[in-house]
């Protein structure tokens, strides 16, 4: 499972990646960009989302001692 989760983690990192190199500084909210902003944003919540659920894990295992 943590490596699985790791895996999602990359993956996230992938899109935020592609994300960034669409994103016009300029015009943010017009076209394609604002799209990219979108996807760069939702990136950053699926690395937060899966820190904060590796976390868990860590403690939940601490409790299990």
């Known amino acids: 499972m943590k490596i699985f989760?790791?895996?999602?983690?990359a993956a996230?990192?992938?899109?935020?990646?592609y994300n960034a190199t669409k994103l016009d500084f300029?015009?943010?909210f017009v076209g394609d960009s604002s799209i990219?902003?979108?996807?760069?944003?939702s990136g950053l919540c699926?690395?937060?989302?899966?820190?904060?659920?590796?976390?868990?894990?860590?403690?939940?295992a601490k409790l299990k001692k």
Not at 12 to 17: F, L, N
Not at 36 to 41: D, E, H, I, K
């Open 36 to 41: 990219a902003l979108f996807g760069v944003l």
């Open 5 to 9: 989760i790791y895996f999602l983690i």
């Open 12 to 17: 996230s990192v992938g899109i935020i990646v």
């Open 26 to 28: 300029g015009n943010l």
């Open 46 to 60: 699926a690395i937060l989302v899966l820190s904060i659920f590796l976390i868990s894990q860590k403690i939940a």
